[in-house]
């Protein structure tokens, strides 16, 4: 199993530039998130999924957008990128319910010029 | 709002020195309580949890300690090594329902001395 995956591993956006950060999963979870890591922040919740065609906004969901087509993709849309959306993000998995392993991929890192 | 506080921000201990990262929750309704463990340029990956109805919970050289009526709980690292030097994120969550969320702790860096 490849695990979580995700693509880009690096991107440089300018303002105002739209992006999809690409996350997939080979283990057949039905929960998806999206975090952003900040320094002095932790790790804070984007959106998620708890199944195909089922999304919800976390904490910190303005300025991006998710779909769920399928099991394993969970793609993340920057629709106009700002200078705030400078961040690590990490995509993450999980069995839904229970006390399930939360599996994270190895993150993208975006800067917005 | 930060529901889980973690300290120090960061922390170098020698070599076989014990390593202690303090957490400190506000939310009663949390019941599951895992620490994460992140390298440079990786993901975090679980490295040991606990559930409230223990004050402890041990796996090789780390070791969760939980007070329920303090609403605290920590890691210790035993023995601390070089390759434990990483990122350790506390977090905790409401186990009810499959859209229970993980609210992380803000990091600690450890570095550990040869």
């Known amino acids: 199993n490849a695990g979580v995956t995700q693509t880009p591993k690096f991107q440089v956006l300018k303002t105002g530039q739209s992006m999809t950060l690409q996350c997939a999963q080979d283990?057949?979870?039905?929960?998806m998130s999206w975090y952003r890591q900040d320094p002095g922040m932790g790790l804070r919740l984007i959106h998620y999924?708890?199944?195909?065609?089922?999304?919800d906004q976390g904490e910190v969901p303005n300025g991006y957008n998710v779909s769920r087509s399928t099991t394993e993709d969970f793609p993340l849309r920057l629709l106009s990128a700002a200078p705030s959306q400078t961040s690590v993000y990490f995509c993450?998995?999980?069995?839904?319910?229970?006390?399930?392993?939360?599996?994270f991929g190895p993150g993208t890192r975006l800067t917005v010029l | 709002q930060q529901q889980v506080k973690q300290s120090p921000q960061s922390l170098i201990v020698q070599k076989g020195g014990i390593s202690i990262i303090n957490c400190a929750y506000e939310?009663?309704?949390?019941?599951?309580f895992p620490w994460y463990q992140q390298f440079p340029g990786k993901g975090p990956a679980l490295l040991i949890a606990?559930?409230?109805?223990?004050s402890e919970k041990k796996e090789g050289r780390f070791t969760i300690s939980f007070n329920k009526s303090a609403k605290q709980f920590s890691l210790h690292i035993m023995d601390s090594q070089p390759g434990d030097s990483a990122t350790y994120f506390c977090?905790?969550?409401?186990?009810?329902?499959?859209?229970?969320?993980?609210?992380f702790g803000s990091g600690t860096q450890l570095t550990v001395l040869p």
């Open positions: 993450a998995s999980r069995v839904a319910g229970g006390t399930d392993t939360q599996y």
């Open positions: 283990m057949n979870h039905e929960y």
């Open positions: 999924s708890v199944g195909a065609g089922i999304t």
């Open positions: 939310n009663t309704a949390f019941d599951y």
């Open positions: 606990i559930r409230p109805d223990v």
């Open positions: 977090a905790a969550s409401n186990l009810g329902g499959s859209a229970r969320q993980l609210t």
